[in-house]
């Protein structure tokens, strides 16, 4: 079997890695990384192009060298130049670069000096104190590097939604191709809640010949095991190792069925206390009165929770906290949906990390409807991301002013800054100055202490010219754990400053987590959803964002980037002290057009 698009992805990016360890040319590395992300984002398989002679010189990052390995990979399985890399370097030294906190010359030197070649031999050599003994290593890093593979470890069976998500579209998707006759199939459990890790996929669906349904799934091709096949009950696991438990539900007590397997847990059991009240008891086929034992079914949610009294509870509402105490009070928020946001205010593009050209990305912004967009590519700061210099920002900054008479979509001169270790910005102020959008976000020195880093971030939010705070705690979900710092006290900062944080959309950080998106609202501070795109496509990726927001009771007005393009001119337009009272006025009904 030809190799996939992800496989020759992984290939690329394990060569830069490699070139890396071995010190090779940055420019070199950068091709292979640059490489790596095009590949993975394409939408058709690299083998049928290569099966049908086309150019892959015309794909953006594939020169002529990746090009003839890409076609040496898929001919032969194998790519010669990668091989004599991966027996130049010591054994194991790929799997050490995959560790959260580990780069590929830290893993050069873990298996060069301490002859440790799995992730297991890190934790141990984390614990007993060699870790810390490598150069530019230390206590605290080596402390660090060993929270992250334990937090990875807890994980355990749970799958980023990310990753689930996914899964679980393709499948719907091929089951109603193949059984047409399906008349409703939903995702439930933590999927349906948009929950930031899954457990199992569940699917619960209609139909007049479940049969045919529960055959469909068990003959797709990515099903590699079948753990149940029943006319009414399915599971299988999938390739990527996620089990899904498909159910058929009867049309009339459908209704019941979709609510109890969406949970959660601790929502039905309030549901099920505020029923016993009223003399009646809850189950997945409907409601039942204890007195005389008669079961009413239900077709549609709607209709189950009007029958207890109760509005209709969006699903990312349903943890069992507040949502059964407001959905009484008539107090549920309006939540905020994807077509209410106008902008994304965190994008990137060639000239730093990004893999398309400025003009892709205006473009892709429009294509989603959006009356205005800022490009934040990278300062210089995050070396790696070949971030902008002064002199290149202002080149860019001249680019776009003369594209926007191209394009009604309004463009927006930004930058993502660094927030350096001293909590300094990482260009002069008289640039920054010269920007529309500000995102300031933390890339480096992540092992600072609790004060420090608390001390670093509240700097960077009292900048005048800080308009957000991207990816606050700088998590990469099962990879990465946040940075320490006093939350609290940042959050009174932002909202004393008028500083917007950011709901990074990206589902490999959903950074702000819904929990701390929740107290900043309570808090009155300016949310903003971005998507942080490093490719065209990243912009449909808002909806995770959305969900972010949904689970912390956002409602559109508790979201900056609603704002129509008049009203956010305005507001990155008044001066920061004085924007908080532009955006309380929006937010609460009394702003002057």
């Not at 300094?424 to 976000?441: G, I, K, N, R």
Request: with cysteine.
């Amino acid at each position: 079997m030809a190799p996939t698009n992800e496989q020759i992805a992984e290939l690329f990016e394990n060569m830069g890695s490699l070139l890396e360890m071995k010190g090779d040319t940055v420019f070199k590395i950068r091709a292979y990384q640059r490489a790596a992300r095009t590949i993975e984002q394409l939408s058709s398989p690299l083998a049928t192009a290569v099966e049908n002679g086309e150019d892959l010189t015309k794909i953006p990052g594939v020169g002529k060298a990746i090009s003839e390995k890409i076609a040496e990979y898929i001919s032969t399985g194998q790519v010669s130049a990668y091989e004599r890399l991966v027996e130049e370097l010591p054994s194991g030294v790929l799997d050490l670069k995959e560790i959260p906190g580990v780069g590929p010359k830290m893993a050069m030197a873990i298996s060069q000096q301490l002859g440790i070649s799995t992730v297991d031999g890190v934790a141990e050599a984390a614990a007993d104190g060699r870790l810390a003994t490598l150069p530019r290593m230390g206590k605290r890093a080596a402390e660090g590097i060993l929270r992250h593979i334990n937090a990875f470890k807890e994980m355990g069976g749970r799958t980023p939604i990310g990753e689930a998500l996914p899964v679980a579209e393709e499948v719907m998707n091929a089951l109603r191709e193949q059984c047409p006759e399906i008349d409703q199939l939903f995702p439930v459990g933590s999927l349906r809640r948009w929950e930031e890790t899954i457990g199992d996929i569940d699917l619960i669906g209609t139909s007049p010949n479940p049969e045919s349904v529960g055959d469909a799934l068990v003959a797709l091709p990515m099903v590699k095991d079948v753990l149940v096949h029943g006319p009414k009950k399915t599971s299988v696991v999938v390739e990527s190792g996620i089990q899904i438990d498909l159910r058929i539900a009867e049309p009339e007590a459908f209704g019941a069925m979709l609510q109890y397997f969406t949970g959660s847990q601790q929502h039905n059991i309030r549901l099920r206390d505020f029923a016993n009240r009223q003399g009646l008891s809850l189950n997945e086929y409907g409601i039942t009165n204890t007195e005389t034992g008669q079961v009413e079914e239900f077709a549609d949610e709607e209709t189950f929770y009007a029958r207890l009294g109760l509005p209709w509870m969006p699903p990312e509402l349903r943890t069992g906290l507040y949502e059964v105490d407001a959905g009484l009070e008539g107090t549920l928020p309006g939540l905020v949906v994807a077509t209410d946001l106008k902008g994304d205010l965190h994008l990137h593009s060639e000239w730093s990390d990004g893999n398309d050209p400025i003009e892709l990305m205006v473009e892709a912004a429009a294509a989603q409807g959006y009356e205005y967009m800022a490009l934040t590519d990278h300062s210089q700061g995050l070396g790696v991301a070949n971030g902008l210099t002064v002199e290149r920002l202002e080149s860019q900054i001249s680019l776009l002013r003369e594209m926007q008479e191209k394009y009604d979509i309004t463009i927006l001169c930004g930058s993502e800054c660094d927030i350096r270790a001293s909590g300094e910005m990482d260009f002069p102020d008289e640039m920054l100055a010269q920007l529309d959008v500000v995102v300031a976000s933390v890339h480096s020195a992540m092992g600072q202490d609790q004060a420090t880093m608390t001390a670093r971030m509240i700097k960077a939010i009292e900048h005048p010219s800080v308009t957000i705070i991207g990816h606050l705690t700088t998590r990469l979900l099962g990879q990465r754990e946040p940075v320490e710092f006093d939350l609290e006290a940042v959050l009174e900062a932002a909202r004393d400053t008028g500083t917007a944080l950011e709901i990074n959309a990206s589902p490999e950080r959903l950074d702000l987590r819904d929990t701390h998106a929740y107290r900043a609202r309570e808090m009155g501070i300016p949310l903003v959803i971005n998507t942080d795109s490093h490719h065209h496509t990243h912009l449909d990726k808002r909806r995770f964002g959305v969900a972010v927001a949904r689970r912390a009771w956002c409602r559109p007005e508790d979201i900056l980037n609603t704002m129509s393009r008049e009203e956010f001119l305005k507001f990155i337009r008044t001066p920061k002290s004085k924007r908080l009272n532009v955006f309380d006025a929006r937010r609460n009904g009394t702003a002057q057009s």
